[in-house]
């Protein structure tokens, strides 16, 4: 008996590994472009990703950022009260654009950045890392910044994996 379930268990153990493998290669684009591109994104910024496994970007600290329909690109609309509420992904004085990643100059002079011409900002309402209570605000103006859509993957949890042989010995 103890053979027979050592073999299943074994027998089991390839399915994943082989399961595995194409869970790796039908990788989304967007977390591709997380794995290859990460060291190319500011300072201070992750990609993070959601339990559906969408990928987002966050604050080093893990606190969602969002974009706002209403900018243009290369422009920000959120000012004021507004970026008191949404305060925006500001970029350091020596900070230098880098590939998708460019920096929007503000209305009073400061510099923010942007993926891929959306302005980026935080949300003050959101309380910890993971939050993304802002996502729909105002009508749905304001979205989690993602770097891709949802993935298209084959998601396995292992929670148990009992397996039983019929057979007597």
Known sequence: ??????????????LLQVASVCVTARMPAAAQERESGAARMPAGVQAGE????????????????YTFARDTPEQSNCNGNCAIQWPPLMALADATAM????????????RQWAYKGRPLYGWVRDSKPGDTTGDGVANGAWKVAALGEAPDMIKIHLTHLTIRSSETP
């Open 1 to 14: 008996e103890r053979m027979r379930y050592i073999k299943v268990l074994g027998v089991a153990l390839a």
């Open 99 to 110: 590939g998708d990643w460019t920096i929007v100059t503000r209305e009073e002079g400061s």
């Open 50 to 65: 959601l339990l559906d496994g969408s990928m987002i970007f966050t604050h080093a600290t893990g606190m969602t950022l």
